[in-house]
């Protein structure tokens, strides 16, 4: 479930900012559907399916304007969850100029490279800070070691060896990794971007699910940014009729990281596609 959430200076009339309609990089499609929600009440509300229905372009061409707005910082994505964390929705913020991330607040006009080397400046002068200096005179000596203490072979009087310390518990399963929060959460993103569906996750299916969270805990933000944006050939509408699935994101490592950047929303295909002679089309 996708919601629209117009964020824009209040004002009775059809007033537009014209930032985004400069934007050369944008479509005329993104930069139509953008005027279009922008000249909306502020709390004006729509779900991607009535997005798509008022007009004729279609599904995956509305899905590919939003994707160009969402990646110009004009539109910007908050996961709705329930009170028990599973995922309940979408909600997306409309801006009249980019989104500047890193602050939380639409741009105001600063250039993005400025902004960096700003940050990346403050950043070091905190590290130079807390890092403590070595010490110019010389390092201090360390203490001798403890001395050894008699065992009771050599010595019967000695006290008798102690038992060994019983070895660590494992780390329980965070709560992300477990099955019926995994279920939950996948058969939503299911729903909204017409995957394969869950019954359950586990033994190998769970063990893979645990590696992939434990290596990056952003494992289901990645899953929510990405998938929505998947192209049709990666969802079941190619020659090969192949779909990606949960498997295939868990079960691999390599998988996982292309999906994270962005390699199945059709750019790095249709390259090497043209590079050939061949369509995306024709190759999936």
Known sequence: MSIFRIKKHENPYVILDKTCLEEDALSWRAKGIHAYLISKPDDWQVRLAQLI????????????????????????????????????????????????RTTGNPSDGEDDATKARAKAKKDK??????????????????????????????????????????????????ATAQPAYAVAHWNALADECGLP??????????????????????FWNVLELQLPLLEGWAKGEGQRKWTIDFDWIVASETNYCKLAEGKFSGKVQAKAS?????SATERF
């Open 53 to 100: 229905a008022a007009g004729k372009d279609g599904r995956e061409a509305v899905r590919s304007a939003i994707k160009e707005l969402s990646e110009a910082g004009y539109l910007h994505r908050v996961a709705m969850r329930q009170p028990d964390g599973t995922l309940q929705g979408q909600e997306w913020s409309v801006y009249e100029s980019p989104f500047d």
């Open 125 to 174: 002068e905190a590290t130079e800070n807390s890092t403590p200096k070595p010490l110019s005179l010389g390092t201090k000596p360390q203490p001798p070691n403890p001395p050894v203490p008699p065992t009771h072979e050599d010595r019967p009087d000695a006290p008798p060896p102690q038992p060994p310390a019983p070895a660590m518990e494992s780390q329980p399963t965070p």
């Open 197 to 218: 569906k869950l019954r359950n996750v586990a033994g190998s299916r769970h063990k893979h699910l645990k590696a992939r969270v434990a290596s990056d805990e952003q």
């Open 274 to 278: 043209e590079s050939k002679g061949i």
